[in-house]
């Protein structure tokens, strides 16, 4: 049988190993969430667009962009989608390229006055609209945070 300085002893190196696995999990998962973020460095988000019967989120996409002044045709977007099923869900933009992304982005205040009848679709929601850089949702969650803090001092 152990005596009790040989048990002290295995407890002090089970628990350096599993602070050392901790560690080199968080460093896993923020090299994973670095990678997932860069993956988005040729996304945006839309949000404010009620769901329409037949819609065409790149018709939608083009129109908005004709309206903010971005010149933008269909060849250089790469996909664009709903984030879920949800019947507000966002859109996912993906732009052929990082620089008209960046374009989109920096037009992006000329939206705020702008409504999806602007755009010429019929929509029961006149929502404002909202464009943002896609985030993992660990980013996500970090800026929901942070404004929460903000709002509660």
């Not at 050392?20 to 945006?44: F, N």
């Not at 679709?121 to 660990?138: C, H, M, R, Y």
Request: glycine share 4%; with cysteine.
């Amino acid at each position: 049988m152990k005596d009790n300085m040989e048990i002290k002893k295995e407890h002090e190196t089970l628990v350096k190993q599993a602070k050392d696995t901790q560690r080199k999990h968080e460093v896993a998962q923020q090299k994973l969430d670095d990678l997932e973020q860069y993956g988005r460095k040729s996304m945006l988000e839309m949000n404010g667009f009620a769901r329409v019967a037949k819609e065409d989120l790149i018709q939608l996409t083009l129109a908005l962009a004709e309206k903010i002044e971005v010149p933008l045709c269909k060849d250089e977007l790469e996909a664009c989608h709903r984030l879920s099923a949800n019947e507000k869900a966002g859109i996912i933009v993906e732009f052929a390229s990082r620089k008209k992304r960046d374009q989109f982005l920096e037009k992006r205040k000329l939206s705020k006055n702008v409504s999806i009848k602007d755009l010429g679709f019929q929509s029961k929601s006149p929502g404002k609209i909202v464009i943002n850089e896609s985030l993992t949702a660990k980013r996500k969650a970090l800026i929901k945070e942070l404004k929460e803090k903000k709002r509660r001092t």
